[in-house]
């Protein structure tokens, strides 16, 4: 958890050079990348995340998405 904070400290206002950066120190890239993501994404935004991120994800569960 160290790592993540200090990752995620590293690039608070840029979500993709934060991913990025955290893929780079290897180890379990997706979990920790996942985790920096989203305290990124929580400081400035979903707008923040690359479109073509978003358009290339996997879909959400349909009842996730109902409002």
């Known amino acids: 958890?160290?790592?993540v904070v200090w990752a995620a400290s590293r690039a608070l206002?840029?979500?993709?050079?934060?991913?990025?950066d955290t893929i780079q120190g290897g180890g379990d890239v997706d979990t920790i990348a996942a985790i920096?993501?989203?305290i990124v994404a929580?400081?400035?935004g979903r707008a923040a995340i690359p479109p073509e991120w978003i358009n290339?994800?996997?879909?959400?569960p349909t009842w996730l998405t109902r409002r």
Do not use: H, K, Q
């Open 42 to 44: 929580a400081r400035v």
């Open 1 to 3: 958890m160290p790592f």
């Open 56 to 60: 290339r994800r996997e879909a959400l």
């Open 13 to 20: 206002d840029d979500f993709e050079v934060a991913v990025w």
């Open 36 to 38: 920096v993501g989203a």
